[in-house]
């Protein structure tokens, strides 16, 4: 019985993963970016999902967006990401100056969190359907 749920655990946590990255894809889908012609994830259910539409790299030296929910996840070469960060954890807007949003679940709800001073200066166009989701600063 014990094999049974760590099985259905884990499948699941495998289909929220790919559910995330298919709503990150559409965020990111509306953004205009200046500068992210290679994106960066450590996480496979992400660049499976991306790959359709974005040029994903497997170094994060060469990427201009990189997409992380935990630091420790990041590979050693790369441990304060220069480039654009977009995060799936709040947290990481206030652990990363270049951090310019993020999608995240709260109390079992998703979150979608776009700093605004921060897209504009690094060159993101955030479109009116994503203009509710934009705050003046990190909380």
């Known amino acids: 019985m014990k094999i049974f749920f760590t099985l259905f655990f884990l499948i699941g946590a495998l289909y929220a993963d790919i559910d995330d990255a298919k709503i990150v894809k559409e965020i990111l889908l509306h953004l205009k970016f200046a500068n992210a012609h290679k994106l960066f994830t450590p996480y496979p ?6 790959r359709e539409d974005f040029n994903v ?3 994060c030296d060469e990427a201009d967006l990189v997409i992380v929910k935990y ?4 590979p050693k070469h790369c441990p304060l990401p220069s480039q654009a960060v977009f995060g799936l954890d709040y947290k990481l807007l206030h652990r990363y100056p270049n951090a310019f949003g993020a999608f995240y679940w709260k109390k079992g709800r998703p979150n979608i969190t776009l700093i605004g001073p921060r ?4 060159k993101i166009e955030i479109p009116d359907a994503l203009e509710k989701y934009t705050e003046d600063r990190v909380w």
């Open 119 to 122: 897209t504009r200066r690094l």
């Open 45 to 50: 259910a992400f660049k499976s999902i991306l």
């Open 57 to 59: 790299t497997s170094r």
């Open 71 to 74: 630091p420790e996840d990041l």
